[in-house]
């Protein structure tokens, strides 16, 4: 695991994934975690954005896609959810290239979470204060 910059966030906002017909599923896909070994629904998703903003006589091209992979399992208590990796591109350049200004490359950004543990007898790790309202 690394650290990222929240500040940079910004950069890969998410692209909207839509209607639950546009993931591919596929079923008893076997995955391991901290918190186990699951037979799960794989779900898978691809999203592209492509957009041409004319700015004079320049274009601004602005390119962007996620992927996303979630795998779901019956056993699991509350969201199902045993992992999820998201990766994401975005690329920016001009067409025609302007002397001064440069593509800003490929950026690439990969967001995972996964489950560690479940089971009963959890102990919160938020203290409230009665008094403190």
């Known amino acids: 695991m690394t650290e990222e910059d929240p500040s940079e966030r910004e950069e890969f906002s998410t692209i909207v994934p839509t209607a639950d017909s ?12 901290e918190g186990g070994h699951f037979a799960c ?6 999203a592209q954005s492509d957009q041409e903003i004319p700015t004079g006589r320049v274009k601004l091209i602005k390119k962007a896609r996620d992927d996303y992979t979630v795998w779901f ?15 994401r591109s975005r690329e920016t350049y001009t067409v025609p290239r302007l002397t001064g200004i440069p593509a800003s490359g490929v950026k690439e950004s990969r967001t995972a979470a996964e ?3 479940y089971g009963f007898d959890a102990k919160p790790i938020l203290i409230v204060d009665s008094n403190n309202k």
């Open 73 to 87: 399992c019956s056993e699991l208590p509350v969201f199902r959810m045993a992992k999820c990796v998201i990766e």
């Open 115 to 117: 489950l560690v543990a």
């Open 41 to 46: 629904e794989k779900k898978t998703r691809s």
């Open 22 to 33: 546009s993931w591919v599923t596929a079923p008893g896909v076997p995955v391991s975690t």
